[in-house]
């Protein structure tokens, strides 16, 4: 039953991904150094993710609005290396998370409407 659920969602996330694929979204337009800028800053920063999941979907959403060059990462998989990083320093695994490394320290932000409001007020 909880194999027969699971796979539900994610058939259901994967639909709701292909869908967000098709819809075009107007991306912000930037100068060529405005966007080198954009990108120097994205450099630290990473999504840890899961492909279908809806909130991850609203997110990579704001991100490819926000023309934003944001590395992701798989924490889907059980036993994977980015799900294992995200349990060992944050203590749970919730999707999405932003990773925002700042010189030696690492901020981990939860909640999608968190992570777009944090992503908006510095790239909107
Ligand atoms: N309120 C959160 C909800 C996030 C959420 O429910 N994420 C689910 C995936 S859709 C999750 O991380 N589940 C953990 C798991 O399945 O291991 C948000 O808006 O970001």
Not at 80 to 95: A, I, L, N, P, Y
Request: charged share 25%.
């Amino acid at each position: 039953m909880k194999f027969l659920l699971k796979g539900l969602r994610n058939g259901l996330g994967a639909i709701i991904a292909f869908i967000s694929w098709l819809i075009p979204t107007s991306k912000v337009k930037r100068t060529s150094t405005q966007q080198k800028k954009a990108d120097e800053q994205t450099i630290n920063i990473e999504l840890y993710q899961f492909f279908g999941c809806p909130f991850c979907v609203k997110t990579r959403r704001m991100i490819r609005r926000l023309n934003l060059n944001i590395v992701t990462r798989n924490a889907q998989t059980i036993g994977s290396e980015f799900r294992d990083e995200m349990q060992r320093e944050t203590g749970k695994v919730q999707v999405p998370c932003l990773k925002i490394i700042k010189g030696d320290e690492v901020q981990w932000m939860f909640e999608s409407n968190d992570i777009s409001a944090y992503l908006n007020k510095h790239f909107g």
